[in-house]
């Protein structure tokens, strides 16, 4: 027996939002668990965990659900109110990370250990300068007159395209650190994997997210 058109679409439609809500709750519970095993301010290294796993776990995470169909938690509010609350959750974001790389970079400073010699480290500073620009090039879509020539729905594609790319950069990052002597000196075997879950699982989820929403178009709208 096979399902209907519309039962397969409501089937669907149950999934994402299922997808959606946990993906709400693995952040805010991978968040708060970095947080307890950071203890921010007991050292300086102590605030780049904190911060990093804050800024894309957290502020990115829910920055990007906001604008989901189905998990979004402001979803009867208009677009436009959606788009402040994503800019300010995204300059929120791009803040604790800024604060997140220059806390590692003086630690290693006063320990006179070398800069961004891993992949992790290089990773990282990549996603950070993406992150920078990239809520650089969303002033563009709150005064879309700046960008002369650009249509706003096709600076919205585009925002939105490169979007993904650093925000599954942003989980890369995480993926790599949580790999760690720190991390895994206090996380061991299937704990491990189950942290490892939430960037993951965050990843596919945002992924489907936009790729539904902006990129299955054939083509541009001008």
């Known amino acids: ?87 300010i959750l995204q300059a929120l974001a791009t803040t604790c990370a800024l604060l997140g790389l220059a806390a590692i970079f003086y630690n290693k400073h006063l320990n006179n250990k070398p800069h961004f010699a891993t992949w992790h480290g290089l990773v990282g500073l990549l996603t950070v300068l993406f992150a920078v620009m990239q809520s650089l090039g969303g002033v563009s879509l709150l005064f879309p007159k700046l960008a002369k020539g650009w249509s706003l729905a096709k600076l919205k594609r585009y925002h939105s395209a490169t979007g993904l790319v650093g925000y599954l950069l942003g989980c890369t990052s995480l993926l790599l650190g949580m790999s760690s002597l720190w991390f895994t000196t206090a996380v061991h075997s299937l704990g491990w994997y189950l942290a490892a879950l939430c960037p993951i699982f965050s990843a596919l989820v945002i992924m489907n997210q936009v790729t539904s929403s902006y990129m299955t178009k054939k083509r541009f709208q001008t």
Request: hydrophobic share 45%; with cysteine.
């Open 1 to 87: 027996m096979t399902l209907s058109a519309d039962s397969e679409s409501q089937l669907y439609s149950i999934l994402r939002r299922v997808a959606g809500v946990s993906v709400h709750v693995l952040c805010v519970g991978f968040t708060v668990f970095l947080a307890v095993m950071a203890r921010p301010g007991t050292s300086l290294f102590s605030w780049h965990p904190f911060l990093m796993t804050f800024s894309f776990s957290f502020f990115m995470t829910e920055a990007l659900l906001l604008f989901s169909p189905d998990s979004s938690p402001i979803q009867r509010f208009s677009h436009k109110i959606k788009g402040r609350y994503h800019w």
